[in-house]
């Protein structure tokens, strides 16, 4: 089975087809719609062949749906019919959730993704928990996703946003007992040192992540079979 992955971001909309090379991707923004979104990614895949599609999606996601607009895109997200446009069966997954998914080797993994916010996830065993860790508070003024995110990067420069993201690091990693951390997203390429129990992740596990969506652990791919529990 062929998976189209689409990966939407505040910046760009990236996509492919699992397991080929041919990649593509166009600017997203405020002004991106699901109406946009389809269109574009309907042109520019007009001759690729694909069976079913997964979806990143740069906000909350309930019961398969996604259940805000997120601040960085335009309207219409939540009550927008995927399904029908792509003429395809549709999973859409919160984007950190979905390359989390893509970095998963066992066990109990914690994943955070460093861009314009922070990304998070927890994946035990086969059962997908998407997080807002970026909500809680880092001290008395901000956020986590204030300081770990491209505003904090930017405000504190490199070796103090490295320092800040040793500390919450070692704290998530103790709470939520982890027996490892993979740090993503496009920020994670500035980390000089890695925390404990640490490894760093790359965006194109997210190509990964939506491919495996759709299988079982065991490698058999079926639009029928929900074997990965997204909490």
Not at 66 to 77: C, E, I, Q, R, T
Not at 90 to 116: C, E, P, V, W
Not at 130 to 155: F, M
Not at 156 to 179: I, M, N, P, Q, Y
Request: aromatic fraction near 8%; glycine fraction near 12%.
């Amino acid at each position: 089975m062929k998976v189209l992955v689409i990966d939407i971001g505040g910046s760009h909309v990236k996509f492919k087809v699992w397991g080929q090379r041919l990649k593509e991707k166009f600017d997203s923004g405020k002004k991106l719609t699901p109406q946009i979104m389809v269109r574009e990614v309907l042109a520019k895949a007009a001759l690729w062949e694909y069976d079913v599609v997964s979806i990143g999606y740069p906000g909350p996601v309930i019961h398969g749906r996604p259940a805000s607009d997120p601040p960085n895109l335009g309207k219409g997200w939540v009550r927008f019919n995927f399904e029908k446009h792509f003429c395809k069966p549709i999973k859409i997954i919160n984007d950190a959730a979905m390359q989390a998914l893509g970095s998963y080797n066992g066990g109990r993994m914690l994943f955070l993704g460093l861009g314009t916010g922070v990304g998070s996830a927890l994946i035990l065993d086969d059962i997908i928990v998407p997080l807002d860790l970026g909500d809680l508070a880092y001290n008395k003024d901000k956020t986590l996703a204030e300081v770990l995110g491209k505003a904090g990067l930017k405000e504190t420069g490199r070796t103090v946003w490295e320092k800040s993201l040793h500390r919450v690091a070692d704290h998530l990693v103790s709470a939520f007992r982890a027996d490892y951390l993979v740090i993503g997203g496009g920020n994670a390429k500035l980390l000089k040192a890695l925390p404990e129990k640490a490894r760093r992740g790359s965006n194109n596990k997210a190509f990964a992540g939506g491919a495996r969506l759709w299988r079982s652990r065991g490698g058999t791919a079926t639009p029928q079979k929900h074997t990965w529990l997204v909490a």
